[in-house]
């Protein structure tokens, strides 16, 4: 059975089979690239009609990739999916700290998710920097929290949490109420390829 071989153009062809199902959403350039990257690392074009980028998105995680931001993770499958080679030409690194043994006790003493422990260590790094959640609802929340209560500004979330406790209920608060740009995909759907994809997608769109 022949089939095609080269990864670029395994690529291609991917974005062109992914493409007509984006033809009647009407979305500019940059946006159609993130729709595409997120529906072929989910293998779901269904996506198409839940994702949701912030009109401001995308420019403003270019603008922070291109200042060199880093990208903080509630879980290690995100942090390994993101292409930390690219990253580092822009002076950037990615973060977790959810296996962090002081984070771990933390958690413990508190009585709650490692993911948001980490993410309260993480603190004022958080500001003008990429917070990438594909796992943990709990990190969406305490993120969200921690914007409206410790005037944190992260410069985008990308808040793609999976599953059936909290995901659906975190990311329609991200879409709905936050005051800093976002991507997401409503429901129950996403995960850490997802969000890894989706800071990819932006990532790739910057020029040296």
């Known amino acids: 059975m022949p089939y095609i071989k080269d990864p670029m153009a395994i690529e291609t062809r991917s974005m ?3 493409a007509p199902y984006l033809a009647d959403f009407h979305l500019d350039e940059q946006t159609i690239k993130v729709y595409s990257r997120i529906i072929h690392a989910a293998g779901d074009p269904d996506y198409a009609n839940i994702i949701k980028v912030h009109p401001e998105a995308i420019a403003a995680g270019i603008a922070a990739l291109k200042a060199g931001c880093n990208i903080f993770c509630d879980v290690e499958m995100v942090r390994t999916g993101i292409n930390k080679r690219r990253l580092a030409e822009f002076g950037g690194q990615a973060f977790c700290l959810v296996a962090d043994e002081t984070v771990a ?10 993911s948001m422990a980490a993410m309260r260590k ?3 790094q958080l500001n003008g920097a990429i917070v990438a959640i594909g796992n943990a609802p709990t990190a969406l929340f305490e993120v969200l929290t921690m914007i409206k209560e410790d005037n944190i500004k992260p410069a985008l979330i990308i808040g793609v949490p999976v599953g059936f406790v909290g995901a659906a209920e975190s990311k329609e608060l991200l879409h709905t109420t936050a005051t800093v740009p976002y991507i997401t995909v409503l429901g129950n759907k996403g995960g850490s390829p997802i969000a890894a994809a989706s800071v990819n997608a932006v990532m790739y769109m910057l020029g040296r």
């Open 16 to 18: 062109e089979i992914i």
């Open 122 to 124: 993480f603190g004022t």
């Open 105 to 114: 006790k933390e958690a413990k003493a508190a009585g709650i998710t490692r």
